[in-house]
Nanobody
Framework: QVQLVESGGGLVQAGGSLRLSCAPS????????MGWFRQAPGKEREFVAA????????YYADSVKGRFTISRENGKNTVYLQMNKMIPEDTAVYYC???????????????????WGQGTQVTVSS
């Protein structure tokens, strides 16, 4: 069974940093595009960042551009989301996702991802 397992969530003060990790199990995801999404209470799940299978191209939501960095280590089968200068509006459950999308226009859309993790809570206090 294929699983994506997120880790690294927690409580941080505004202005602080966290690094999330996503480690797929049951399959090698080196040929998969990977994305991070988040969902705050009462809101829809939204795109945060994505990285192509090769790691060459990255994509960010305007709300996190310049503060968050997505990266991957295919040798370790792991994707990271480095979150800096965090603000209370970043509070949400963060989800890792994967699929073979191979499209710049489609990589931001959550419906294009088949594999999802269980989510990790991130809370930013003011």
């Amino acid at each position: 069974q294929v699983q994506l397992v997120e880790s690294g969530g927690g409580l941080v003060q505004a202005g602080g940093s966290l690094r999330l990790s996503c480690a797929p199990s049951g399959r090698t995801f080196s040929s998969y595009d990977m994305g991070w999404f988040r969902q705050a209470p009462g809101k829809e799940r939204e795109f945060v960042a994505a990285i192509t299978w090769s790691g060459v191209n990255t994509y960010y939501a305007d709300s996190v551009k310049g503060r968050f960095t997505i990266s991957r280590e295919n040798g370790k089968n792991t994707v990271y989301l480095q979150m800096n200068k965090m603000i209370p509006e970043d509070t949400a459950v963060y989800y890792c996702a994967a699929d073979r999308i191979y499209s710049d226009s489609a990589i931001r859309r959550r419906n294009n991802y088949h594999y999802w993790g269980q989510g990790t809570q991130v809370t930013v206090s003011s």
